[in-house]
């Protein structure tokens, strides 16, 4: 298995954890990254609103560079995968497809619809397999209770993405489930984390991310994880705040996807960047610290 | 050949703010075929079971737009819901009210806020007294200007969208979906004279906090697709009125925030967002991360083939601030 691996801004700056949990989970199943030091970012969403043709273009110049390698492309991030999966849709277009070639085409840049893009989630479920996720598992987390948070750009618009189930998806629980810990099932886990308008209403972004920490917390869940960085600010980096907006204390630690697959196939908390948390995650770490790594 | 029928089981939420202290969750058992709505079945239980059970509804063919309520956590319209799907997928059928909305009694939610929302953004023809509308003629469009509404004119004003938004649910300051679909509306129909006005006014008015969920495209039961709706408001927003808020500030410093390395510059991106005295107040919170997360503050290296993404920008984007 080899992709064209597009990290996104904040795993390669202050998400960095998440790049070294996504390298960590890849060399351990298999999983070829090949890197491209030419990969602009996704826009995350912002651009599109600012100028939506800009942002079409901006990646369709991604989506070329993984094309004329030959290669799909994986994202570790909700919000990179919805918005390189939206240029594909746009470029259907043929207005669109048009601008945009107009201006990728003097720059000797041709992409003819090609590339897929698809998340490491995607990958870990449907290409490796919870079968062989299982076999690979040296730390089951057994009687960790997670709620997976998705981000709303891996699931909607639906007819965009052709996610799986918008509403009621469930190959993040599955794969949860594979690694040994318990699925917590909550209304959130589908929501949105408030990270939008962090810098537009910041109390407002906070009350909605601790109403999702708190919904999940209400169900059970030890821990949560999700595939999107973005996510992991607003649910992490900000939880103080969201404690501030909530008037209570939430204390949940907030996996990255390829950290929580880490922690079962036994990397260390280290290798994995989970001191780089503002929440920590000893509490959860402790759940399943009692099976030790066969070395 | 009538259809086979399943014990279908519902709990539905009960609730009289004048008499109860709390709602509460009555059961009900009905043998249903597969493919009744939800609304013929609640109809059901009000007159074999509870004629008291309180709930709007009207044309029973998803027009009317008065049976949404929150079906298994769904907001939707319960004369469009079959039981067979839900049942399938859930075990039993939960029937509770539109969210965000007081409850009046049991299904039944006060639409006020809905509807004054919907009113203020002025949900007419606005037109220039100096240049009228023809009267006692017709005041034709293309069939090009007739495609910008898009799917907007299917909208039924159900508050499917307004129930199952976050952003609604947690600041009353944000119109909700469907208001915001219904001001796309006018703001690219050719007949109104007050385009510029609608958007410079919107943007302090909360455009700025949708959250781009989709959630509202999803709940619609006409497919209307509110978020794109709104993701185009903003844009002809900024093109109409600049940057006069946090929200267009930081659509716009991002956009010419990457044009520089070709990736985020995270620490930048703060400072385009936000004046002095707001940016002030980021610094603790900042301080707070970096210490965990250093690379907050780096510079980020342009990417190879920077020029690329220049190019790209001056084609695409001439006016831009970079």
């Known amino acids: 298995m080899k992709f064209a691996y597009y990290p996104g801004c904040v795993a390669q700056e202050s998400g960095k954890e998440l790049d070294m949990a996504t390298r960590w989970v890849c060399r351990h199943l298999g999983i070829e990254l090949v890197e491209f030091p030419k990969f602009s970012c996704c826009g995350s969403g912002f ?47 043929p207005p669109v497809k048009a601008k945009v070639d107009s201006v990728l085409a003097p720059l000797g840049i041709r992409y003819s619809g090609k590339t897929k893009v698809t998340h490491l989630l995607s990958i870990l479920t449907q290409q490796v397999g919870a079968e062989q996720l299982k076999k690979r598992v040296v730390r089951p987390l057994t009687g960790l209770k997670v709620g997976a948070f998705y981000g709303c750009h891996l699931l909607r618009p639906q007819a965009e993405m052709r996610s799986e189930s918008a509403e009621e998806p469930h190959s993040f629980e599955d794969l949860i489930a594979a690694i040994g810990a318990t699925p917590v ?43 999107c960085p973005l996510c992991h600010i607003s649910l992490d980096s900000f939880q103080n705040k969201a404690e501030h907006e909530a008037g209570h204390a939430l204390q949940m630690p907030v996996f990255h996807l390829p950290q929580l697959v880490g922690l079962a196939l036994g990397a260390t908390a280290e290798e994995l960047g989970l001191p780089r948390h503002l929440v920590s995650t000893d509490a959860a770490l402790a759940k399943v610290a009692q099976v030790a790594v066969p070395t | 050949m009538a259809a086979t029928t399943v014990p279908t089981p519902f709990e539905v939420y009960r609730f009289d703010p004048s008499k109860d202290k709390a709602p509460r969750y009555d059961r009900f058992t009905l043998d249903l075929a597969p493919h009744t709505p939800v609304l013929t079945a609640l109809l059901k239980i009000r007159s074999d079971s509870d004629p008291s059970l309180t709930l709007r509804y009207s044309c029973r063919s998803a027009i009317c737009g008065s049976c949404a309520m929150v079906i298994n956590s769904k907001s939707r ?9 839900e049942l399938a997928k859930h075990g039993k059928i939960v029937i509770e009210p539109m969210r965000s909305q ?29 240049d009228p509308m023809p009267v006692g003629k017709e005041n034709p469009m293309t069939p090009e200007q007739v495609e910008r509404f898009k799917e907007t004119p299917r909208c039924i004003a159900c508050a499917a969208c307004y129930s199952a938004c976050p952003a609604v649910e947690a600041d009353p300051e944000f119109p909700g979906p469907m208001a915001l679909a219904k001001l ?23 455009l700025w906090l949708c959250l781009r969920c989709h959630l509202c495209t999803e709940a619609c039961p006409k497919d209307v697709r509110p978020s794109e709706r709104i993701r185009d408001l903003k844009e002809l927003a900024i093109a109409a009125a600049g940057t006069s808020e946090n929200g267009s ?26 004046g002095a005295m ?42 831009g601030d970079r």
């Not at chain 1, 070329?64 to 994986?74: K, R």
């Not at chain 2, 050719?190 to 909360?206: F, M, S």
């Open chain 1, 47 to 93: 651009v599109d609103e600012a100028n939506s043709i800009l942002n079409v273009a901006l990646n369709a110049r991604n989506l070329a560079l993984a094309e004329s390698a030959g290669l799909d492309l994986m994202t570790i991030c909700s919000t990179c995968q919805g918005m390189l999966t939206l240029a594909n849709r746009r470029l259907e277009e």
């Open chain 1, 185 to 227: 099932f909550y209304r959130g886990r589908v929501m949105c984390c408030g990270f939008p308008i962090l810098f537009v209403k910041e109390p407002t972004a906070n009350r909605i991310a601790a109403r999702q920490i708190d919904d999940a917390k209400a169900h059970g869940a030890d821990a949560m994880a999700t595939p």
């Open chain 2, 77 to 85: 319209l319960a004369c469009q819901t079959q039981v067979g799907a």
């Open chain 2, 102 to 130: 007081a409850v009046v009694r049991d299904l039944v939610v006060d639409q006020k806020p809905f509807w004054n929302r919907y009113r203020q953004i002025e949900p007419h023809l606005k037109t220039d007294p100096n």
């Open chain 2, 184 to 206: 796309y509306r006018f703001v690219v129909d050719p007949r109104d004279k007050d385009t510029k006005n609608r958007l410079v006014r919107i943007q302090p008015e909360g």
């Open chain 2, 249 to 274: 500030r930081h659509a716009v410093g991002f956009k010419d925030n990457i044009a520089g390395a070709g990736v985020l510059n995270e620490f930048k991106l703060v400072r385009q967002t936000y």
């Open chain 2, 278 to 319: 707001d940016l002030l107040r980021q610094v603790p919170q900042g301080v707070k991360i970096a210490r965990k997360k250093p690379e907050l503050l780096k510079k980020p290296h342009p990417i190879e083939g920077i020029e690329e993404v220049e190019a790209i920008y001056r084609a695409l984007d001439p006016e």
